[in-house]
């Protein structure tokens, strides 16, 4: 079944691949940002993994910016029995472009034409990103930041994303 413009079981690897990429930055008490974040099924993934241990429990940010599929992905998360996350605001669901916070770990559900510099300078020192980037032809960049502040780039491998739009280009 297609689901923004991708099918459901190549979303759920893209996911798979995220989170594996992103793990080494998933730790106890570690911020996330989830753009893009949908129906809420990989912000809530990622929770569990910043918040296993109750004592340092992590934030993730899901952004989104049509505020119907900020609606529909607190309800998902509230049926998911994280209500109280979302309450506690340790899970936080916006619509709009994002928050100026430091965040450990970037993940990015739709394609960038080229590489936001304003995200990259949103992650942490460390921190990774795991982003499509790329119109015709798009890959999955992995953005790392040292502990200096310097960035690195790989590309990991082609994918094919929706692109990343912003309120009025989607209206």
């Known amino acids: 079944m297609a689901k923004n413009g991708m099918i459901e079981s190549e979303q759920v690897s893209t996911h798979a691949h995220a989170v594996q990429n992103l793990l080494p930055f998933l730790k106890p008490g570690n911020r996330v ?5 949908g129906s809420g099924y ?4 990622l929770h569990h993994l910043v918040s296993e241990s109750p004592d ?3 934030k993730v940010v899901g952004i989104e910016h049509i505020p119907e599929l900020v609606k529909f992905s607190v309800e998902n998360l509230k049926k998911d029995g994280l209500g ?4 506690d605001g340790i899970i936080e669901m916006l619509a709009g472009d994002g928050r100026k916070a430091p965040y450990d770990a970037i993940h990015v559900g739709a394609a960038a034409p080229t590489l936001p510099q304003a995200l990259v300078d949103q992650l942490a020192t460390p921190g990774r990103m795991f982003i499509p980037v ?7 960049i992995q953005v790392d930041k040292d502990e200096e502040g310097r960035v690195t780039k790989k590309e990991l491998f082609g994918v094919m994303y929706v692109p990343l739009t912003d309120r009025k280009i989607d209206l």
Do not use: R
Not at 33 to 37: A, E, N
Not at 84 to 87: F, G, I, Q, T
């Open 56 to 58: 340092t429990p992590g």
């Open 134 to 140: 790329g119109t015709a032809s798009q890959s999955i």
């Open 33 to 37: 940002l989830d753009v893009g974040s």
């Open 84 to 87: 109280d996350a979302l309450k």
């Open 42 to 45: 990989l912000v809530a993934v």
